[in-house]
């Protein structure tokens, strides 16, 4: 029912812009990959607004990687696999745990400025983290900070352009080889990009979900044109919900980062009890997906919509000087984070699965490549270490570029390929009611809490929206809406068919973990359906 294009086209006929590098996104992941690969390429990013709009730039917490003496790469390494629970690749994990510090040093060099202390790299720790090994900027600003130096050195090179409001509808294939992108520009104009090679960096899904901490852009895009073009996926099952997001009247689900609580920040419900020994012997700082359901179950009992964060016993200078933006983004809506315990909920955050892609960010199509959270590089498993997720797309970036290094030069013109399919024009419900009916189906029946019952439903209320990939779609509100559709379909039907309890999925009709049946990956495929994987996590 999903079809291979969104829009008919044809190539003969469209404009043709050549270039060496497509890179689509403009996160860490894009741009820290687009500076690598302008070193011996001509790059052009795409970004559906500008270079600061990416979940980049929304990241708080910082960037984990090994820097202090007393740390070290298999102490990282440890934690990512416990972390991941059973899921993660082995052979990912080591290329993290010890090319991430080089990385870190690169953007130190591209002019990243991460927090100072006694002259030293500040390092902070993290939930799951047994050691202080994640660097900071401005505080809590570190993505905003790191995509601030990247834009810069973008902007100013000379091999390298913007292309700042185009959406990509879809990616152009000729035999399971990306050629290009089929690329809309601001004033209605399709054009055909045609590439080398193309890197999907172009982030997450949070908005399948009502409550979110990603920006809008976070629809899934990269995810649901991949797999149109034939592209494996792995592992949409698994979503990290973040415990801790602001929820209070009239202010947007804010992210209170986790480093709040690594500096000793404690939840209570609405009664003042601390409750996080009853779920975890690590307390505030058990993995993400075991304090947002601890979370959930304390709000039911105590029949609320949120629980409470306290750091009030820290000094205020200190929290004032450690979490300048969560500070003034509280005290806008009245709470001040020095003495008011801050009303928090879980939202949905991050995805651990994704594009497959092997060791050098290859995808199963030929010439497509996948950076950052549309990726699932097998770092990740089942349930994401905080502030890996930085690390993952500068190391896998750069192994991205020396592969492309390796591709000979393209043969395939694209030039014949055009998509006639019999569309109908049609009044639709308009894309934002239909919009926030998924992302209700997505919050009530596929959220923290699962069951056979409630995905059937939801899979049975998604699957009546198929019908809008039988009409002409004109709209980037229209296709991010098909991008959704794809994307929630996708998940509702991985986590369906994983019975068990893991990492970031978690069934009510069975909570427990199966290592027995269960220690493998759900693959989806267009042309094969769902697929499984042993994993390769020992």
Not at 157 to 167: D, L, S, V, Y
Not at 189 to 199: P, S
Not at 403 to 409: D, E, F, H, T, V
């Amino acid at each position: 029912m999903i079809p291979r294009y969104l829009v008919d086209f044809d190539l003969s006929e469209l404009p043709v812009v050549d270039t060496d590098v497509i890179v689509i996104g403009s996160g860490i992941a894009g741009l820290f990959t687009a500076i690598k690969a302008s070193e011996r390429h001509r790059v052009i990013v795409i970004t559906k607004k500008s270079l600061l709009d990416s979940n980049t730039r929304y990241a708080q917490g910082g960037i984990a990687a090994v820097i202090s003496d007393e740390d070290s790469p298999d102490y990282h390494r440890q934690d990512t696999l416990m972390a991941g629970a059973g899921l993660c690749s082995s052979a990912s994990v080591d290329i993290l745990v010890n090319e991430g510090p080089a990385g870190v040093k690169e953007l130190i060099t591209l002019g990243t400025a991460f927090d100072i202390e006694n002259g030293e790299l500040a390092l902070t720790r993290e939930g799951a983290h047994s050691h202080r090994r994640v660097l900071h900027a401005n505080g809590d600003a570190t993505g905003y900070e790191i995509v601030r130096a990247l834009s810069e050195q973008a902007f100013s090179h000379p091999q390298i352009e913007i292309w700042n409001e185009h959406f990509v509808i879809d990616l152009v294939t000729e035999e399971n080889e990306c050629i290009g992108a089929l690329v809309q520009r601001p004033d209605g104009q399709r054009v055909f990009l045609r590439g080398l090679a193309t890197i999907l960096c172009s982030g997450g899904a949070g908005q399948l979900y009502r409550y979110t901490t990603n920006p809008d852009v976070a629809t899934g895009d990269g995810v649901a044109m991949s797999y149109r073009a034939g592209a494996v996926l792995r592992d949409l099952e698994f979503i990290q919900f973040h415990p801790t997001s602001l929820c209070y009247p009239g202010a947007p689900r804010f992210l209170i980062s986790e480093a709040v609580r690594g500096e000793g920040a404690v939840l209570r419900n609405i009664k003042g009890e601390r409750f996080m020994e009853k779920y975890h012997e690590l307390l505030e700082l058990a993995p993400r997906d075991i304090v947002a359901r601890a979370i959930v179950n304390e709000m039911e009992k105590t029949k609320s919509s949120f629980v409470y964060l306290d750091i009030t016993h820290e000094a205020p200078e200190t929290i004032k000087h450690r979490f300048p933006t969560i500070y003034e983004t509280c005290i806008g809506y009245g709470l001040d984070m020095t003495s008011d315990w801050i009303p928090v909920a879980p939202a949905a955050h991050y995805m651990m699965g994704g594009v497959r892609t092997g060791l050098h960010g290859e995808t199963s199509v030929y010439r497509l490549f996948a950076c950052g959270e549309v990726s699932s590089t097998g770092v990740h498993g089942a349930n994401r270490l905080a502030s890996n997720s930085l690390s993952e797309a500068i190391v896998f970036g750069r192994r991205i570029v020396e592969r492309i290094g390796q591709l000979p030069p393209r043969t395939r013109t694209g030039e014949g390929t055009r998509c006639q399919e019999e569309r109908q024009d049609a009044v639709m419900q308009p894309i934002v009611e239909r919009r926030l009916k998924l992302q209700k189906v997505m919050v009530r029946q596929v959220g923290l809490r699962r069951s056979a019952e409630g995905l059937n439903k939801g899979l049975e209320e998604l699957r009546r929206q198929l019908p809008i990939f039988q009409a002409a779609l004109h709209t980037r509100e229209q296709w991010e809406y098909a991008n959704m559709l794809t994307c929630a379909l996708l998940l509702t039907e991985s986590a369906l068919a994983r019975t068990e309890s893991r990492g970031g999925h978690f069934r009510e009709d069975y909570p427990q973990r199966d290592d027995a049946g269960w220690r493998k990956h759900i693959l989806q495929q267009r042309e094969k359906g769902m697929l499984e994987e042993m994993s390769d996590d020992v």
